[in-house]
């Protein structure tokens, strides 16, 4: 990789930053999770690494939120090389066209989700992780840190519980797959895995350390070690495309162009496969429950520097 390549980014990133900072933010802080409704709504911060290490980052980049349904990749990432290809038969990889709790796909395809990466398909994850893992939360959470090398990730208690306390919806996507039998474990013990997997906090700069395998065909390029095989790397990235922005997918591929995954926290990652990972995070959400700003962000980004995978 040549380092001139990425000349100008820094100026570039904080450029852009300043500029979405102006513009009127029509997005809310999501509100149905009481503990996120806490948030400053004015926070922004990017942070981007590329496969060589330099980094480049702007704003609230180091200020830790909880990544949310951004933990579907890497519960997806661990679940794939527990269970193999067998996976598919109880999850699929199209685009859902719906909203990430929506429940009506669902009863129409028998208890089998249409992605992973929304909440029915991340249900059905965390219960075949329960399946294979000893110490599901523990084990989770030694692998989300073993990718980074980053001992100083955590789950957020506070954001679980007061998500448990609201749930309702997840535990209905989670009763409606049981009774499919797609669900095979307690269903509080999956709920409750679930929540705490959701709660996980990480800033712009770990979030982009994380998923900077993708962006390196399943190799972690700081540390050398191979985190998924290049076949599922590629894979990965296909689903988070597709799927990544629930009904909102193929808008972000419009204007933005990368594979990536949002979190209701406001958090986005993206991954320019063969280049760079990309975090941003301001915490108000469009209607579709992904960050306004973050996708503002994202697109004039890859806009000017033509890093798109298109
Ligand atoms: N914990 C959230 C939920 O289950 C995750 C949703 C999201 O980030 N889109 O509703």
Redesign the pocket.
């Known amino acids: 990789m040549k380092a001139e390549k990425f000349i100008g980014y820094q100026k570039l990133l904080s450029s852009i930053t300043v500029e979405c900072q102006k513009i009127d933010d029509i997005g809310n802080v999501?509100s149905?999770?009481p503990e996120l409704h806490h948030i400053d709504p004015n926070k922004l911060g990017v942070h981007l690494t590329t496969i060589d290490n330099q980094n480049f980052s702007f704003g609230d980049s180091t200020e830790k939120f909880?990544?949310?349904?951004?933990s579907?990749v890497l519960a997806l990432a661990l679940a794939i090389e527990l269970e193999g290809d067998n996976l598919w038969n109880r999850v699929g990889v199209e685009p859902s066209g719906t909203a990430?709790?929506s429940l009506v796909q669902l009863e129409y395809e028998n208890g089998i989700p249409r992605n992973p990466l929304i909440?029915a398909g991340?249900l059905v994850i965390c219960d075949i992780l329960i399946s294979h893992l000893k110490k599901p939360k523990y084990d989770f959470l030694e692998f989300t840190r073993n990718i980074s090398e980053n001992p100083n990730l955590n789950y957020n208690s506070k954001i679980a519980e007061s998500?448990k306390l609201a749930?309702f919806?997840?535990a209905s996507l989670i009763n409606l797959m049981r009774s499919y039998g797609n669900i095979n474990n307690d269903i509080n013990i999956v709920l409750d895995f679930?929540?705490n997997?959701?709660?996980i906090e990480m800033s712009c700069q770990e979030l982009a350390h994380e998923f900077l395998f993708l962006a390196s065909d399943g190799i972690n390029p700081v540390t050398n070690q191979r985190i998924v095989s290049s076949r599922r790397s590629k894979r990965i990235n296909a689903i988070m495309l597709m799927c990544g922005f629930?009904d909102e997918a193929g808008e972000f591929s419009f204007k933005v162009g990368l594979p990536g995954k949002?979190?209701?926290?406001g958090g986005i990652i993206a991954i320019y496969p063969g280049n760079y990972s990309i975090a941003v995070w301001s915490p108000k959400l469009n209607k579709k429950?992904?960050s306004y700003k973050g996708m503002k962000v994202l697109e004039s980004f890859t806009t000017k520097t033509r890093s798109s995978i298109f």
């Open positions: 999501a149905y999770i909880s990544i949310q349904s951004i579907k990430f709790n909440n991340a998500e749930g919806r997840n679930y929540f997997l959701c709660s629930y949002s979190g209701v926290g429950g992904n």
